[in-house]
């Protein structure tokens, strides 16, 4: 599975951007993985983000939690991270990871898509 992430960028604290990560298979295929954003920051191991399960029960993990939001379109074999009230902190490459595991960890990815820079900054 090929991973196509988009959406990275430069933003001020405070603003927002959205990902986007299309999968290179049909929507069955895509709706069968869970689908997750990772990211790492210079220095950092990487970490997960947000996952979405193949029935689109969500995980946020708390760093971020209330200010971004996962979602799946099946259809367009194609999941979003949503990220509002960005801090310097959320400055970091942003990776799209697809598996069949649950919790979603590093570990249990099946495919990564390249990343997707994003740096919070005034």
């Known amino acids: 599975v090929q991973l196509q992430a988009s959406g990275g960028g430069l933003v001020q604290p405070g603003g927002s951007l959205r990902l986007s990560c299309v999968a290179s298979?049909?929507?069955?295929?895509?709706?069968?993985?869970?689908m997750g954003w990772f990211r790492q920051a210079p220095g950092k191991e990487r970490e997960l983000v947000a996952g979405?399960?193949?029935?689109?029960?969500?995980y946020v993990a708390d760093i971020v939690k209330g200010r971004f939001t996962i979602s799946r379109d099946n259809a367009k074999s194609t999941v979003y991270l949503q990220m509002n009230s960005l801090i310097p902190d959320d400055t970091a490459v942003y990776y799209c990871?697809?598996?069949?595991?649950?919790?979603?960890?590093?570990?249990?990815?099946?495919?990564w898509g390249k990343g997707t820079l994003v740096t919070v900054s005034s």
């Open positions: 979405m399960k193949w029935n689109n029960i969500p």
């Open positions: 990871a697809s598996g069949r595991s649950w919790p979603m960890t590093a570990a249990g990815i099946h495919s």
């Open positions: 298979v049909s929507g069955r295929t895509f709706s069968r993985d869970a």
